[in-house]
């Protein structure tokens, strides 16, 4: 497996040169919330990253209650381009909206930010908020899982995954050179496997 981490800008300046990349060559930057919430570090923190030799990609919280379609057209916007970084990951734990309603705006948003940049996300989401919102929802083992779970012992299977792409296995650990705490992950699979996930246009 291969260990990497996410960030957003609630972590302040990066001083990315302290940062052990040959153990943890991977990273997850915040993009944007919601419908107008753009993390003001992402830029500056994806340029440094890639200069840093880390593999990285974009992830956005989704709000199933706003408007799911704009919420993907406005990450989209504030990425720009995907090519070169591992696949997008669409959060969902934060927010919930009417049972009624969870599941088709959820695939609403993933569906739009698939047609628009011509690949599948990754969707990250909890054990409980997943049971609870999408008890059926049988399409999403079509997309690779980001589970969060946080432990020492892999994860059990969460319906309709088989298994899972990317482990969230804390949220509170301390790296040299980022301020307070940060998640930090496993890939499933070898370094290898990882680069072949990276987007090429």
Not at 84 to 89: D, R, S
Not at 172 to 190: A, E, T
Request: charged fraction near 20%; include cysteine.
């Amino acid at each position: 497996m291969v260990h990497g981490f996410d960030l957003s800008d609630a972590n302040g300046e990066v001083m990315w040169e302290k940062i052990p990349s040959h153990q943890l060559p991977f990273v997850y930057l915040k993009a944007s919330d919601g419908i107008n919430n753009r993390d003001k570090r992402f830029e500056m923190n994806r340029q440094k990253a890639k200069s840093s030799g880390l593999l990285i990609g974009a992830y956005h919280w989704l709000n199933p209650k706003l408007n799911c379609k704009q919420q993907a057209e406005f990450f989209v916007s504030v990425v720009g381009n995907f090519s070169g970084e591992l696949p997008p990951a669409v959060c969902l734990e934060l927010y919930r909206t009417s049972i009624n309603d969870m599941e088709k705006n959820v695939r609403l948003f993933i569906d739009t930010l698939t047609n628009l940049i011509n690949r599948k996300p990754v969707i990250y989401t909890s054990v409980e908020y997943w049971k609870t919102n999408f008890p059926n929802a049988f399409w999403a083992c079509q997309y690779p899982l980001w589970i969060d779970a946080p432990d020492r012992k892999l994860p059990s299977q969460l319906y309709p995954w088989a298994g899972w792409t990317f482990w969230q296995y804390s949220y509170k650990d301390l790296i040299p050179g980022v301020n307070g705490y940060i998640g930090v992950n496993r890939f499933n699979g070898s370094m290898k496997e990882l680069q072949k996930l990276v987007y090429s246009k």
